[in-house]
């Protein structure tokens, strides 16, 4: 059993910068491939980046490439996204989730495990 906690969200204007942190529970934190996932309003909820459990190889979707940094400190328990020029829309609530062996990173119902969730607003 792994529990997500997000955090780090809040209000920014476009072009400002955020860290997120996604602290894990348990003992197998390391076994884990980790990703974060967003929801704006009336959107499906889509792919932002991933990291398999060792910390590298990571995934980004293209909308955020080059923008966004993800890692992972196993020692912590915890994964981080670095959002930088940032945009209206990325707007939305972002979730990390956890899956033991990722197969399809985009795939959000592939993963087992996911946390509740912190809004991120970037205003214009």
């Known amino acids: 059993q792994v529990q997500l906690v997000e955090s780090g969200g809040g209000l920014v204007q476009a072009g400002g910068s955020l860290r997120l942190s996604c602290a894990a529970s348990?003992?197998?934190?390391?076994?884990?491939?980790m990703a974060w996932f967003r929801q704006a309003p009336g959107k499906e909820r889509e792919f932002v980046a991933g990291?398999?459990?060792?910390?590298?190889?990571?995934n980004y979707a293209g909308s955020v490439k080059g923008r966004f940094t993800i890692s992972r400190d196993n020692a912590k328990n915890t994964v981080y996204l670095q959002m930088n020029s940032l945009k209206p829309e990325d707007t939305a609530v972002y979730y990390c989730?956890?899956?033991?062996?990722?197969?399809?990173?985009?795939?959000?119902?592939?993963?087992?495990?996911w946390g509740q969730g912190t809004q991120v607003t970037v205003s214009s």
């Open positions: 989730a956890a899956k033991y062996i990722v197969s399809r990173w985009a795939d959000w119902g592939d993963y087992d495990y």
């Open positions: 348990g003992r197998t934190f390391s076994s884990y491939d």
């Open positions: 990291v398999v459990s060792s910390g590298a190889p990571t």
